[in-house]
């Protein structure tokens, strides 16, 4: 328990420090152009500064902190009522398709959002800090009602297999004796190219490295067939595994013996 609130500490420090970076380098980029280029000129009072960067750090905070649980269980939702087969076909187009349809999604659940929140008396309430300010300037961007940017807020999700890794990577401190089980459908969203090289290395170290592919609600393997072959080739088997096999499979990577990896996965 007290392990986990160290870690969501840490998550919302390093989240913190991200932002001050962004916003340091958002001031070296705007700050002098308004200073020199500035169509109606203003002073930098205090208040206001003072005002935007309260936005600025609670609204680059407060969603991530709050949405995180209930964004959670409508992807789970979600991802149960839609149908596999449609799963796999959007997995399988090119990716310059995925950012293409991510781009009109988003986009129009943006529109469609904001909309709204000029529609609806509830929302706009909290949606008008966000049309309040009387002079613009490169912070006014950050006012907003927090409650108006979680509901603006897109919902996303997706794996990220490399990052996952590198987290387990951190903890190992004897490769020898450890094994490394991924649970994964491999359909990685992070950097696949980053995510072999990881698995690649701590083989190298001597950890065993094992992916256990995800079954559909049918109980058949449901996978990126291409990750799965790259890792195999790695010397990290992949292969769909009932619990009734499990124990097994741990007992051989454990014991350092042969995996008893069915044919063909
Ligand atoms: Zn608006």
Redesign the pocket.
């Known amino acids: 328990m007290l392990s986990h609130v160290v870690q969501h500490a840490l998550a919302l420090l390093v989240q913190t420090a991200s932002l001050t970076v962004w916003l340091v380098i958002l001031t070296v980029v705007f700050l002098p152009l308004e200073r020199f280029f500035a169509l109606r000129p203003t002073r930098l009072r205090a208040r206001s500064l003072t005002i935007d960067l309260t936005y600025y750090f609670l609204n680059g905070l407060a969603p991530a902190l709050i949405l995180a649980i209930p964004a959670s269980i409508i992807a789970a939702g979600v991802q149960k009522i839609t149908p596999q087969a449609y799963t796999d076909a959007v997995a399988e187009l090119p990716l310059w398709a995925k950012v293409a349809l991510g781009i009109v999604v988003s986009e129009l659940g943006a529109y469609w959002g904001?909309r709204f929140?000029?529609k609806n008396a509830f929302l706009w309430r909290f949606?008008?800090v966000?049309?309040s300010p009387e002079s613009l300037d490169w912070m006014v961007n950050t006012r907003a009602h927090p409650v108006d940017v979680i509901f603006g807020t897109r919902l996303g999700g997706g794996t990220d297999i490399n990052r996952a890794l590198a987290y387990c990577q951190s903890r190992i401190t004897r490769p020898a004796e450890t094994v490394v089980v991924l649970i994964s459908d491999l359909y990685e969203g992070g950097i696949r190219d980053e995510m072999l090289k990881r698995v690649a290395a701590m083989k190298a170290s001597g950890v065993q490295f094992v992916t256990l592919l995800a079954l559909s609600d049918e109980g058949a393997p449901a996978y990126d067939r291409e990750h799965a072959a790259a890792l195999a080739a790695l010397g990290a088997p992949a292969f769909a595994c009932t619990p009734d096999l499990f124990p097994e499979v741990m007992a051989a990577a454990l014991e350092k013996r042969a995996l008893p990896v069915p044919d063909g996965g």
């Open positions: 904001h929140s000029h949606h008008k966000h049309h």
